[in-house]
């Protein structure tokens, strides 16, 4: 599918009734994003299920992997920069209320972090941060998030304020995304729409995939994801190891020569 085809599909069906599988009887008077919060309402039973399953697989992850996982990777960025191990920064979560987003501090301490969104080379991120960035690890601590009820394991991912009225100017129907909680991963990850969102297009493609899934959402799909995503992690953790090996490598036959 092409972004022309896309960008017609979010000017004509952002909030048509057979998009979002309402019948035309529950259009209303209340305007359109009356008629949106009626499809979600309309979808308690799925809603209740998706929270449920959200409490019990974080808490699982937080028994099984966190409770090992966190105390090291925290000392590996102590030793590699100065500042605290956890990085909060506000993001807006469902229908537009903000919460603090936690995440494993990937950069050193700086004043812009709320603000200026990581670059690709940027000089703030450590090495550390580096590792933990390419194999998604810097998000292990949004499962607290989860915990508490902020965030669910599958949606749209969480922006900072900055982000979400940069976006808006974009697209108009962009706050569509906001009627459910915000995930650690999500139909655009997946589909490779994630990391920077520096043009026209890295917005609207991304956008699109999170409008689907909003949609479509369901059990059976937050699992797909889930397994993509898990597959995702693996791909990259064995890259970064084998981009370590090489460099290792290639060091070793430098000092030989």
């Keep these: 599918m092409n972004l022309r085809t896309i960008e017609n599909i979010l000017r004509t069906s952002a909030h048509n009734t057979s998009a979002l599988k309402l019948s035309p ?7 359109q994003n009356g008629v949106i919060r009626s499809f979600v309402a309309s979808r308690k039973k799925y809603l209740f299920l998706k929270r449920c399953f959200d409490f019990l697989f974080s808490a699982l992850i937080l028994v099984l992997v966190m409770s090992w996982l966190v105390p090291l990777i925290s000392l590996i960025i102590i030793i590699d920069s100065k500042g ?3 990085f909060r920064q506000k993001r807006i979560g469902r229908n537009g209320k903000p919460f603090y987003c936690i995440k494993f501090r990937t950069m050193i301490q700086n004043q812009e972090a709320d603000e200026r969104p990581a670059e690709e080379n940027d000089e703030r991120i450590t090495k550390a941060g580096k590792i933990l960035r390419r194999t998604n690890l810097d998000e292990l601590p949004q499962f607290f998030n989860v915990l508490a009820g902020q965030m669910s394991v599958v949606g749209p991912r969480p922006h900072m304020l900055v982000d979400c009225v940069r976006f808006s100017f974009v ?7 906001d009627l459910i909680r915000p995930g650690i991963t999500g139909w655009a990850q997946v589909n490779g729409y994630h990391g920077l969102t520096a043009d026209y297009d890295s917005i609207i493609l991304r956008y699109y995939w999170d409008a689907q899934y909003v949609r479509k959402a369901s059990l059976w799909l937050d699992l797909k994801i889930i397994g993509a995503t898990v597959i995702q992690i693996i791909r990259n953790i064995k890259a970064v190891f084998s981009s370590m090996i090489r460099e290792k490598k290639i060091s070793a036959s430098d000092q030989v020569v």
């Excluded at 009887?25 to 305007?31: D, E, F, L, R």
């Excluded at 697209?171 to 995304?177: G, K």
């Design 84 to 86: 605290p191990v956890f």
């Design 25 to 31: 009887g529950k259009w209303s008077a209340k305007g």
């Design 171 to 177: 697209i108009p129907s962009y706050q569509f995304r």
